[in-house]
T-cell receptor, first 113, second 115 residues
Framework: GENVEQHPSTLSVQEGDSAVIKCTYSDSASNYFPWYKQELGKRPQLIIDIRSNVGEKKDQRIAVTLNKTAKHFSLHITETQPEDSAVYFCAARGAGGGNKLTFGTGTQLKVEL | GAGVSQSPSNKVTEKGKDVELRCDPISGHTALYWYRQRLGQGLEFLIYFQGNSAPDKSGLPSDRFSAERTGESVSTLTIQRTQQEDSAVYLC?????????????FGSGTRLTVV
């Protein structure tokens, strides 16, 4: 089955700086890669996603890049703000059928003033 | 409904008792998923439903765990003879399963505490 690794587990940045979170996946047939943001005590919420036929996608201050050859994808947050502080999870949809997502272990992002 | 609804939001139970957790997905979403999230941990897949059938139940930790879905709508996750290690937030999500992957919409979860 699919295996997703995520790094770093914690990330602290100064407000206004950029943050990058990286994930690797094992199933070369995986074709969908969403990112979720989970604030303390809240449900995970989809913030951006990318499909395997696209190399990069951007939505305002967040962007995701995908390298299919290397089987890794990254989340980039620019001009970070305190409200960006949360746990971020990457996920991959493997080729096993259905829409089952395998999640990374999460990155605790802290944006300091 | 407008979102994924889970009940109860919190459940405290004694070790050895059975519990039932309910998930009401977004209307029309054919796929439904259960995940478990232990404190400070990631999301651990349990089972997913396509319609009323469960093509993948590989994540259920033991035979104490079972789930069903009826009417291509509500799903119930049952944990029998609960143990302390079952304490976690149980998250349900649904998605519209068409073609390539679509992101999930998660419910707020049920926080289960086994004492």
């Amino acid at each position: 089955g699919e295996n997703v690794e995520q790094h770093p587990s914690t990330l602290s940045v100064q407000e206004g700086d950029s943050a990058v979170i990286k994930c690797t996946y094992s199933d070369s047939a995986s074709n969908y890669f969403p990112w979720y943001k989970q604030e303390l005590g809240k449900r995970p919420q989809l913030i951006i996603d990318i499909r395997s036929n696209v190399g990069e996608k951007k939505d305002q201050r967040i962007a995701v890049t995908l390298n299919k050859t290397a089987k890794h994808f990254s989340l980039h947050i620019t001009e970070t703000q305190p409200e960006d502080s949360a746990v971020y999870f990457c996920a991959a949809r493997g080729a096993g059928g259905g829409n089952k997502l395998t999640f990374g272990t999460g990155t605790q992002l802290k944006v300091e003033l | 409904g407008a979102g994924v609804s889970q009940s109860p939001s919190n459940k405290v139970t004694e070790k050895g008792k059975d519990v039932e957790l309910r998930c009401d997905p977004i209307s029309g979403h054919t796929a439904l998923y259960w995940y478990r999230q232990r404190l400070g941990q990631g999301l651990e897949f349990l089972i997913y439903f396509q319609g009323n059938s469960a093509p993948d139940k590989s994540g259920l930790p033991s035979d104490r765990f079972s789930a069903e879905r009826t009417g291509e709508s509500v799903s119930t996750l049952t944990i029998q003879r609960t143990q302390q290690e079952d304490s976690a937030v149980y998250l349900c999500a649904s998605s519209s399963h068409r073609g390539l992957g679509y992101g999930y919409t998660f419910g707020s979860g049920t926080r289960l505490t086994v004492v």
